[in-house]
């Protein structure tokens, strides 16, 4: 038998020859095949294939056995990128043993482009808001604000409450805004006024224009020519986001809000304990009547002195998600009194990590809404 085998020929039309030279042209290292591979790779984050997701930017083979893959992020503060590079190594080194490959990524911010109508070029605007004041709604605004631009995205922050509008002072921004004469396209004449600039981050506020022991006395429709004209006539420039920092409660901007723009979203900010999980239930539910999509609940201030976990609780009942968490911490209350509210995300500081995880998880909301549902086609009314 082993003589047998010994001078055993395989001829050219054999059929083991056949699988064998099949086998050999599928793990053929080919534009083609990689790509085919990528298609059973799932983003972690969303649970749909990169492909799918047009993620897949560009596939490219340097060299005999290397693989460049270049990845579309749809956020910069996706997390945990590294996930996605580990997924694509597992699934070529599996096809193509021996294949080196390397995952490059780039950034296309998914948007909703909410504010069009008004000459707002903003991909997404978000609104953070909360059923009553004192659970550190307008510290959570500026932190998400402050930590998307750390992540390499262009932000605007603007301070719709009117009447208590405590953003300039948190930031340690001064000054007001300028108002200079531009042109359109057709070459008509206009007026834009100029956002604070602190950081890098562009900000437009009522405390800009008013002093601070002055207080602000307007009824519901001058409140709406103030919001308007913050986002029509302010020069925003070109913005991944625009967070805006709702005042507290049920009132008239969220209703402007949701006539003037197609919002990606709103944030619901909550203290743990019950009295403020109250007023929270009926912010939720002011989004959903006004059409506004809730993104999901932040817990401001947890800890032994409000507890802990009654708003990730109380999200799960309302079948929104949960975004995190923000321990009570001293710190916190001091940079925002001392105007110094970036030095939150600095990497000494311990609730950055919290601060990092609430800004990941609202832009993965918007990115997941985006890309769950297919966008519709802009129509032109005649």
Partial sequence: MIDALAHFEVRPDSPALSERQSSMSEAQLTEAAVREVLNGVRDPEIGRGLVELKMIDSVALPGPQAVRVQVALPTHAYPGRERIAGAIQQALAARFPGAQAETAFVVRTQGKDSGGGLGLRAKNVVAVG????????????????????????????????VYGPSIPHMLGAHGQPQVVEQQTAAGQPVRRILPIECSGLKVMSMGFFVPADEAVVWRGPMLHGAITQFLRDTDWGELDYLIIDLPPGTGDVSLTLSQLLGLAGAVVVCTPQQVALLDAVKAVAMFRKVKIPVLGMVENMTGEIFGRGGVQKKAGELGVPFLGEIPIDSQLRINGDEGKLADNFAESNPSRPYL???????????????????????????
């Fill in 130 to 161: 909360s059923g009553k004041g004192g659970v550190g709604k307008s510290t959570v605004a500026a932190s998400l604000a402050f930590g998307l631009q750390t992540y390499g995205a262009k932000v605007g922050l603007m301070d719709a409450d």
């Fill in 356 to 382: 990092q995880h609430v800004c990941e998880q609202t832009a993965m909301q918007i990115a997941k809404q985006l890309l769950s549902e297919p966008r519709m086609p802009t129509l032109e009314i005649l």
